[in-house]
């Protein structure tokens, strides 16, 4: 089995050798650097477009899918050499977006054969890019209390109702909601998940200007839409499984981010650069994220092994969530701190990165609903 | 490729550990040897190398059962959760890795007696209060074909029983690792009762004869066969503090669903039940970093130092964060000697310093991670 993985490093370091424009391979992570995807996409250089098309026909942007619905259908193993490879060339990945974190593990799950092959390949392409229409203004930590409503009209839904904090709304082709089409059922028995064309008539978005400077979330109404009845995924008013499916991998992949910030290079190491790292608080409080940093990489990794071998459970996605995103929010201090005044302009990336990476403890769930989560899921303790 | 999972054969021997340890070194057997004012439970000692647990990091060839490093990790944090009192680290991991650097028939033959559990080592290092093997001033001077040694140590853990000593002293070109017996003429040992009921003596070395046999690899060159060492010693003391955390934390989620007041569980309240998750996750954390560091020694020792002193730090860091939280949520009853918390509190102390504080091994990491 070592020989064949052997084989295979060599084969995909060969073809990123190949295939791996130069541009690409400078280790970028910032918003815009890794293609997006979707029809409104501006791609920022022909060598981003070249690459996610080389990537696509390979199925290298979504790794470890089936080859049917645009993977590789690469194994766990096979996944983290690509990612390896990948990291040793510099390279960027060659497309992110919700589909592929978030709706697409749902849909591999409780989709229909005919949804995946609709619904997936072009995620796999970056043809299509979707939005996640879960908040509402009066359904945050609550989330289960969503009141944007779903009449049945026999071969369609009648949508009203308004969604927040919808990342890239005003970017997206598509959004996944959580809808209310059952007013008598109990609050979680009640919800369907749509899938919702947002060119469709009656739905409009508004930006949201955050304390970053930076509108990344949108508000989201739906003015009357009508949504077809086979763009449901799962059973009708039993959307909840699928939400809370897909809500562990979000957590999952937000527990991350902080970590792929900085590549290969250590805070510490990049910190030194800007001369203030011989401050002994600072470079006490750095010493300690390095650690911490180590260690939530090696129990990410550890988590991902255990998923692979049958022993994980969901609920360890709140321990993620929680543990990472307070990670990132330290590195974020830390960096700003790093930087001192110069990093208090707004033509510096760092201050709306830093301002940015507050919300990661508040979307995807608050770190309090994650402690509430483990300590009645995984500790057992009572109500 | 490595997975950061245990293996099959490692969750077996993890099972049948906490099944004997349970039965024969719950804390109910430190308390006992402690209120009989001793340190050691040779009968203790004799059953585990039966089980071919002393003889873990011995080869074969030499009689041991040559299970790894992470095997070794899994016993001492088995053994951390009930704070079995052994001299496991010191002569299974420390001396067991220090003698197998070495391609002697007499290192062989001390290989052979710790897989027998015949032999106790301790490790003598420390001359300051803090760990630094770079820093120390007990001299081996020439003397004919052989050295004599003069000078102070501290902090030998085990010191007070064991039988044989690997000390660290310095020579004309660098640092020298002897092994020599206690009760060397010259030597002079005070055991002192520590805070976690365990032994760490003083010792004192008045021209202590020791010959060219007695340099455990070359003059010296110590660190060739200390840093492997060391190192399996560090991963060692971090799982048993992992698994020290595991029990504090176990009994002290055990009391949230049992403890009540205001005329409800105190596990309800929300205040106690993210304090507990929030200890959980570090607990978590800590496992990974472990298990890491097992691999590392195994795979790659070369290159296990990081893995190690991430290992170490995160380790001593959530043992401190389990006990003083686990004294906290049992309210008065945790500060009561009959309750056993105290023991987990005081053993998570002396293990923060033992091979390395987490100020030592903070600079290690940043070291190696460029800054």
């Known amino acids: 089995m070592n020989d064949d993985l052997a084989q295979f490093r060599a084969e995909i370091r060969a073809w990123l050798e190949q295939n791996c424009p130069q541009e690409m391979r400078d280790g970028a992570v910032g918003e815009d650097s890794t293609c997006w995807g979707g029809k409104n996409w501006n791609f920022t250089s022909d060598a981003q477009k070249t690459w996610l098309e080389r990537c696509a026909a390979k199925g290298y942007t979504v790794p470890t899918w089936p080859v049917e619905y645009g993977g590789a259908g690469m194994n766990r193993d096979q996944e983290k050499i690509w990612l390896e490879e990948l990291a040793t060339i510099n390279g960027r990945l060659p497309l992110q977006s919700f589909g592929i974190w978030m709706l697409g593990p749902a849909l591999l799950h409780f989709g229909t054969h005919e949804q995946k092959l609709h619904y997936l390949p072009p995620i796999a392409r970056g043809e299509i890019r979707w939005c996640q229409g879960y908040s509402e203004p009066g359904a945050g930590s609550d989330l289960a209390s969503v009141q944007t409503k779903g009449e049945d009209k026999g071969d369609h839904w009648l949508v009203n109702g308004q969604k927040i904090w919808t990342s890239y709304a005003d970017k997206a082709d598509w959004i996944f909601a959580l809808i209310r089409t059952d007013r008598e059922a109990k609050k979680h028995l009640g919800i369907s998940f749509l899938l919702i064309d947002m060119t469709s008539p009656g739905v409009s978005t508004k930006p949201i200007r955050l304390i970053s400077g930076k509108s990344p979330f949108c508000e989201t109404f739906f003015d009357n839409v009508e949504v077809p009845k086979h763009q449901i995924v799962g059973t009708e008013n039993r959307g909840w499984d699928v939400a809370k499916y897909l809500l562990t991998h979000e957590r999952e992949m937000i527990s991350g981010s902080g970590l792929l910030a900085g590549g290969s290079r250590s805070l510490g190491a990049i910190l030194a650069e800007s001369g203030n790292l011989d401050e002994p608080v600072l470079r006490s409080d750095v010493m300690r994220h390095e650690i911490d940093g180590l260690a939530f990489g090696l129990t990410l990794e550890r988590y991902k092994d255990q998923a692979e071998a049958g022993t994980g459970t969901g609920d360890a996605s709140a321990m993620l969530k929680y543990y990472g995103t307070e990670l990132n929010k330290r590195r974020q201090e830390l960096i700003m701190a790093g930087a001192g005044s110069d990093a208090l302009t707004w033509d510096d990336e760092r201050a709306p990165h830093w301002l940015r990476s507050k919300a990661n403890s508040i979307e995807g769930g608050t770190s309090e609903v994650m402690l509430s989560i483990i300590s009645r899921r995984i500790l057992g303790l009572p109500g | ?371």
Request: proline share 3%; glycine share 10%; net charge negative.
């Open chain 2, 1 to 371: 490729m490595t997975k950061l999972i245990r293996s099959e054969e490692e969750i077996m021997l993890a099972d049948a550990a906490r099944g004997y340890l349970d039965e024969a070194a719950p804390v109910a057997k430190l308390r006992a040897l402690r209120d009989a004012g001793e340190a050691h439970d040779p009968a203790l000692w004799a059953e585990m190398a039966q089980m071919g647990w002393t003889g873990v990091l011995v080869p074969e060839e030499a009689g041991g059962s040559d299970m790894g490093h992470a095997a070794a990790c899994v016993l001492a944090e088995e053994m951390g959760k009930t704070l079995a009192p052994t001299p496991f680290l010191s002569t299974a991991v420390i001396a067991a890795t220090a003698l197998r650097q070495v391609a002697s028939a007499r290192a062989k033959a001390a290989l052979a007696k710790i897989a027998e559990g015949t032999v106790t080592y301790a490790l003598a290092i420390d001359e300051g209060s803090k760990f630094d093997p770079e820093a120390i001033d007990l001299v081996a001077e020439k003397d004919g074909n052989g050295f004599r040694l003069s000078g102070q140590k501290r902090f030998v853990v085990d010191g007070g029983f064991a039988d044989r000593l690997l000390v660290l002293a310095r020579t004309e070109g660098g640092v020298t690792l002897f092994d020599i017996p206690a009760d060397a003429t010259g030597v002079t040992r005070s055991a002192k009762p520590m805070i976690d009921s365990r032994d760490a003596a003083e010792i004192t070395f008045d021209k202590v004869e020791a010959t060219g046999e007695d340099v455990l690899g070359t003059v010296d060159d110590a660190m060739a066969v200390l840093k492997p060492a060391l190192e399996a010693g560090q991963a060692a003391l971090a799982a048993e503090l992992t698994g020290l955390a595991a029990g504090a934390f176990g009994r002290t989620v055990g009391y949230l669903k049992e403890r009540k007041q205001f005329g409800t569980l105190i596990g309800t309240f929300q205040a106690l039940q993210h304090r507990a998750a929030d200890l959980w996750c570090e607990c978590e954390v800590t496992s990974s970093a472990i298990l890491h560091a097992g691999r590392m020694l195994d795979t790659d020792p070369e290159n296990a130092a990081l893995a190690v002193s991430v290992a170490k730090a995160r380790a001593m860091d959530t043992a401190s964060l389990a006990v003083r939280e686990g004294v906290q949520m049992h309210g008065g009853i945790g500060m009561t000697d009959e309750f056993d918390m105290g023991f987990y509190m005081r053993r998570a102390r002396v293990g923060a310093e033992w091979l390395g504080d987490y100020g030592y091994h903070a600079g290690v990491v940043a070291g190696l991670r460029g800054f």
